[in-house]
């Protein structure tokens, strides 16, 4: 590619935002002509961030300053309800993957239930690919609005969504417990995420009532095969339309935990079948190893090894280990850098399938370790 494609970054002042220009500089293709941070407009970048001093990365704006006649692909990191309507308003030549939750979910009843206001774009709403990268490969390529799923759903699913699809493990019952570094809440001052309130504790928090919730279930139950013998599930799951089987299929206990550490994000994952019997632990984890054999971002743990975050540190990797407990429960450690392969990696992996470049270009990162 000759001519480079021209970029813009809405709500570059936050965390994403600023990974993201990490993440680009050097791209071969992208070139960054526009940022925006309403609430820093009229700042240089390095004034926010210092370490992106000496960039040669244009001043941040407001959005409604930004000429998008030459722009061809946007990263929107903007607050979740903010987004539709800035989004809508877009030139329709321009190419759009979005950070924030606003088209994660394909059911607008389901959308106002979770995040307490009516969807402002519906047309959008419909055309949005869920860009879940090792699942959706082919629609992202000719998407033009990618919604980039978030870190829970992306760390959670990753190591469900191929035991799910074939029917080895059932839907019901699914316990995820997981937990996060402080980066995940944003970079907004409040008393919580202080460090004297945080460090050297660990907090659940909404739980049963995070708006993950409605994105993992929603995933779930679009793959979600029942076993050739269970021919109730299966006459159920064909009366439902795909739209509304987050409903009922694959309901899920997820737990969301606060940890004192700045990146990272951890879940574990149990299932409440007894598996042994039925299938072996080296059967499951050779199924999962050979699922993802080709894929470049995600990696089975050896068995008798654990998953943790300092593997995957800065990098757009997701490691996963397969246990079995003591009564043969199965349970999955998946592990993810939430800033990179939760939001701001997997971006940029969706925008180079968006634009036919190898979907590894400037992702190809060591892990930051120790």
Same mark, same amino acid.
């Not at 392969?341 to 892990?367: I, R, V, Y």
């Given at each position: 590619?000759? =001519?480079?494609?021209?970029?813009?970054?809405?709500? &570059?002042?936050g965390y994403t935002g600023a990974e993201l220009l990490r993440l680009l500089h050097n791209h071969p293709a992208f070139k960054i002509m526009a940022l925006t941070g309403d609430s820093q407009a009229g700042k240089p970048i390095e004034a926010v961030y210092p370490h992106l001093r000496g960039r040669n990365l244009p001043a941040?704006?407001?959005?409604?300053?930004?000429?998008?006649?030459?722009? =061809?692909?946007?990263?929107?990191?903007?607050?979740?309800?903010? +987004?539709?309507?800035?989004?809508?308003?877009?030139?329709?030549?321009? %190419?759009?993957?979005?950070?924030?939750?606003?088209?994660?979910?394909? #059911?607008? &009843?389901?959308?106002?239930?979770?995040? /307490?206001?009516?969807?402002?774009?519906?047309?959008?709403?419909?055309?949005?690919?869920?860009?879940?990268?090792?699942?959706?490969?082919?629609?992202?390529?000719?998407?033009?609005?990618?919604?980039?799923?978030?870190?829970?759903? +992306?760390?959670?699913?990753?190591?469900?969504?191929?035991?799910?699809?074939?029917?080895?493990?059932?839907?019901? $019952?699914?316990?995820?417990?997981?937990? *996060?570094?402080?980066? /995940?809440?944003?970079?907004?001052?409040?008393?919580?995420?202080?460090?004297?309130?945080?460090? /050297?504790? !660990?907090?659940?928090? *909404?739980?049963? %009532?995070?708006?993950?919730?409605?994105?993992?279930?929603?995933?779930?139950?679009?793959?979600?095969?029942?076993?050739?013998? #269970?021919?109730?599930?299966?006459?159920?799951?064909?009366?439902?339309?795909?739209?509304?089987?987050?409903?009922?299929?694959?309901?899920?206990?997820? +737990?969301?935990?606060?940890?004192?550490?700045?990146?990272?994000?951890?879940?574990?994952?149990?299932?409440?079948?007894?598996?042994?019997?039925?299938?072996?632990?080296?059967?499951?984890?050779?199924?999962?190893?050979?699922?993802?054999?080709?894929?470049?971002?995600?990696?089975?743990?050896?068995?008798?090894?654990?998953?943790?975050?300092?593997?995957?540190?800065?990098?757009?990797?997701?490691?996963?280990?397969?246990?079995?407990?003591?009564?043969?429960?199965?349970?999955? !450690?998946?592990?993810? #850098?939430?800033?990179?392969?939760?939001? *701001? $990696? =997997? &971006?940029?992996?969706?925008?180079?399938?968006?634009?036919?470049?190898?979907? +590894?270009?400037?992702?190809?990162?060591?892990?930051?370790?120790?």
């Open positions: 590619m000759t =001519q480079p494609i021209h970029t813009a970054i809405l709500g &570059a002042s941040l704006v407001k959005h409604t300053e930004v000429d998008f006649s030459n722009i =061809q692909l946007v990263f929107c990191c903007l607050p979740h309800g903010t +987004t539709q309507e800035i989004i809508a308003s877009l030139p329709t030549h321009i %190419r759009i993957v979005d950070l924030s939750a606003d088209f994660r979910l394909h #059911d607008a &009843a389901s959308y106002e239930e979770w995040y /307490g206001h009516p969807h402002r774009a519906l047309d959008l709403q419909k055309e949005a690919v869920y860009g879940l990268t090792e699942f959706n490969r082919e629609r992202i390529k000719t998407a033009r609005l990618v919604a980039n799923p978030g870190c829970y759903p +992306t760390c959670s699913l990753l190591a469900l969504l191929p035991l799910m699809a074939r029917g080895i493990i059932s839907p019901e $019952g699914i316990i995820i417990n997981a937990l *996060s570094g402080i980066s /995940g809440a944003g970079r907004s001052a409040k008393q919580e995420y202080l460090f004297t309130e945080l460090d /050297g504790g !660990v907090s659940a928090y *909404s739980i049963g %009532r995070h708006r993950h919730v409605a994105e993992i279930e929603q995933e779930l139950s679009a793959k979600y095969q029942p076993l050739e013998s #269970d021919s109730t599930a299966r006459k159920f799951m064909k009366m439902i339309s795909p739209e509304k089987r987050y409903q009922a299929a694959c309901p899920i206990n997820f +737990t969301p935990h606060l940890v004192p550490m700045t990146r990272g994000m951890l879940a574990t994952i149990h299932t409440q079948e007894s598996m042994r019997e039925v299938m072996p632990l080296n059967e499951v984890h050779a199924y999962l190893n050979a699922y993802y054999k080709n894929e470049p971002f995600v990696k089975i743990m050896p068995l008798g090894t654990n998953a943790s975050t300092h593997q995957v540190r800065g990098t757009n990797q997701c490691f996963i280990s397969v246990h079995y407990a003591r009564a043969g429960y199965l349970t999955l !450690v998946s592990v993810i #850098d939430n800033l990179v392969k939760g939001a *701001s $990696g =997997q &971006a940029l992996q969706n925008a180079n399938l968006m634009f036919g470049l190898p979907e +590894t270009t400037n992702l190809e990162l060591t892990a930051v370790f120790p």
